[in-house]
């Protein structure tokens, strides 16, 4: 048995799951911990819980809570984020000064000040050796420039997505998909860009969550302009409401009719009427 607790750890966008070692913690609490950033402080979301090892995979093993954050811990964090600004300020500087093709996101150093992760966005690869070292000059601490993409710099950034809630890598999604433009071809979407993209001007994130339902049902029904016949006559398909396994039929005096797909059979290049393939649910009824 382990006990984990899900934190959000300074400079991480998401929430992330560590061990306690039996730390007494509750929601609100903060710690430290070790983080890809280095030694940090988080913020504990909700109450610990108790899980079996085994539900727990290797490549996912939640890393260990340092120790409970002190008073005089918190209190450093205003000289952190001083830190960063003036550290944000002076690249910006540097950046323009040296004409480099980067867009400065973000900079986050960690608790203990061992290092300062600057995070950019650039078209291509970016020579930032002079930069460097005009930092480490400047700064005295180790400096790692870390290069991200569009989708990194939302998350970072924040925001609300289309939907009026605040975005999925912001909240729970902490790695990225791919999603492609057949995902919201099967899904019957507008293919307007600003209607299925999100705010990193990218493919919405969420298209690819029931992508697979969708995928599937998609296989039960009629594709749209093909011949079928329904129980008023033949028809044309024209619209297809896959979630409620509807087809929208225009019928032979222009009427458009609603019928559900085990009420209609395709017509074949012969003339003749099958029916529509049906998903085969015998597998799921064995399990």
């Known amino acids: ?33 070790e983080s890809d950033i280095g030694i940090q402080l988080a ?31 918190l209190a450093k964090i205003e000289s952190i984020e001083k830190l960063e600004r003036e550290a944000f300020e ?17 900079v986050i150093s960690a ?10 966005t650039a078209e291509g690869r970016v020579d930032f050796r002079d930069l460097v070292r005009d930092l ?20 970072l950034m924040g925001g609300i997505g289309n939907c009026g809630l605040p975005l999925c890598c912001l909240t729970f999604l902490k790695d990225f998909h791919p999603v492609s ?3 919201a071809k099967d899904q019957g979407l507008s293919l307007i ?29 009629p594709k749209v302009n093909k011949r079928v016949t329904t129980p008023r006559g033949d028809g044309k398909v024209k619209q297809l409401n896959i979630l409620k396994s509807l087809v929208m039929v225009e019928l032979a005096d222009g009427e458009i009719a609603e019928f559900k797909v085990d009420q209609i059979k395709m017509i074949s290049a012969a003339g003749e009427s099958e029916a529509v393939p049906q998903k085969n649910n015998s597998a799921a009824s064995e399990e």
């Not at 382990?2 to 903060?30: A, C, F, M, W």
């Not at 608790?111 to 950019?120: E, G, L, Q, T, V």
């Open 1 to 33: 048995m382990i006990e984990i607790v899900n934190l959000l750890v300074r400079g991480e966008g998401y929430v992330s799951r560590y061990e306690t070692q039996r730390i007494p913690l509750v929601p609100g609490d903060y710690c430290l911990v």
């Open 43 to 73: 913020r504990v979301m909700c109450p610990p819980r108790i899980i079996k090892k085994r539900f727990i995979s290797e490549n996912e093993f939640p890393r260990k809570v340092i120790r409970k954050a002190l008073d005089e811990d």
């Open 90 to 106: 002076f690249c910006l500087e540097r950046i323009e000064e040296r004409g480099m093709t980067m867009k400065l996101i973000k």
């Open 111 to 120: 608790f203990d000040r061992s290092r300062a992760i600057f995070m950019f």
């Open 136 to 155: 480490a000059h400047r700064l005295k601490t180790r400096i790692e420039m870390r290069q991200i993409g569009v989708r990194d710099e939302a998350r």
């Open 181 to 183: 433009i057949k995902m």
């Open 193 to 221: 860009p600003s209607k299925i993209s999100g705010l990193c001007g990218r493919l919405m994130c969420c298209l690819q969550y029931e992508h697979a339902h969708y995928a599937d049902q998609i296989k039960t029904m």
